[in-house]
């Protein structure tokens, strides 16, 4: 009897082994990412909804934006006369014609 | 077959199978839910005259696999070059660690094969039909990949498969 040669596995050896060399179970947030509707009421649905622009398009909005609400926030430059005081006795005075005969 | 149906039945095999090539697990659920997506998408694809539904998912697989691959890595070598694994095997403590480092570092198409063959049991016919040769080349490689793992994962002899063995 040789000593057990140690350089390679057998067939049924290697067949023994390579079980051991098992594959994580699947995440279960596949189902619900490609069957979302399955899973949510259309309300929900709705709430969580996005969508996607482009960098550049989503700049010049923010841009936007912030000139709409900084022109409605700040009032503007309306020149305002301080010698102008309210009326306080209206008195009516018809001016007739010289020619109006009554 | 409704595309919830097809996943039930299938999404573990082909998230097994991306994640046995790739050896990463964001990759392998990146391409199942593309796979998928595209069921869902164009169901007619899948003909059942042309093969089974295992053939049809475990190629849309491989070449969902082999893109990212591409992508990540450049060019893959195809033609039997070796890519070294991640580990050494020598190294690593667990038997699963070492299988996965030693089927790692056999050449692509020898991996695809044992893959296909020993752990998602699919038949030299299908594998031929999935990665499109013949069954001669199949059985080829999977003998050259199954001689080198035997080489590699010898320190890892179960004690069991030891005992009473005899020359």
């Given at each position: 009897m040789e000593p057990f040669d140690n350089d390679e596995l057998t067939e049924q050896e290697l067949d023994a082994i390579l079980p051991d060399w098992k594959a994580p179970v699947a995440p279960a947030r596949l189902r619900a990412a490609l069957f979302p509707e399955l899973r949510m009421p259309w309300w929900k649905r709705l709430w969580g909804a996005s969508f996607r622009i482009p960098l550049p398009v989503a700049f010049v909005l923010v841009i936007l934006l912030v000139a709409a609400t900084w022109r409605w926030a700040i009032p503007r430059d309306v020149p305002v006369r301080n010698d102008l005081q309210p009326v306080k006795e209206i008195s009516l005075r018809i001016i007739r014609n010289a020619d109006f005969k009554n | 077959m409704t595309p919830q149906q097809a996943f039930d039945q299938h999404h573990q095999a082909v998230y097994s199978f991306a994640w046995r090539l790739t050896h990463r697990r964001d990759i392998a659920e990146d391409i199942t839910q593309e796979y998928f997506l595209a069921f869902i998408r164009a169901?007619?694809?899948?003909?059942p005259a042309k093969g089974s539904i295992k053939v049809f998912l475990f190629s849309i697989t491989r070449n969902l696999a082999l893109k990212q691959y591409r992508d990540d890595r450049?060019?893959?070598?195809?033609?039997?070059s070796e890519r070294l694994a991640g580990n050494d095997p020598r190294e690593s403590i667990a038997i699963s660690s070492a299988v996965a480092s030693a089927v790692a570092s056999l050449p692509h198409l020898q991996q695809e094969a044992l893959i296909l063959f020993e752990?998602?049991?699919?038949?030299l016919e299908e594998i031929a039909q999935i990665v499109g040769a013949d069954i001669g080349t199949i059985k080829s490689r999977l003998h050259r990949g199954r001689e080198r793992l035997r080489r590699i994962l010898a320190?890892?002899?179960?004690e069991g498969n030891t005992h009473g063995t005899v020359r």
């Open positions: - | 169901p007619h694809r899948f003909d450049g060019e893959l070598p195809l033609d039997g752990y998602e049991g699919v038949t320190e890892y002899r179960k």
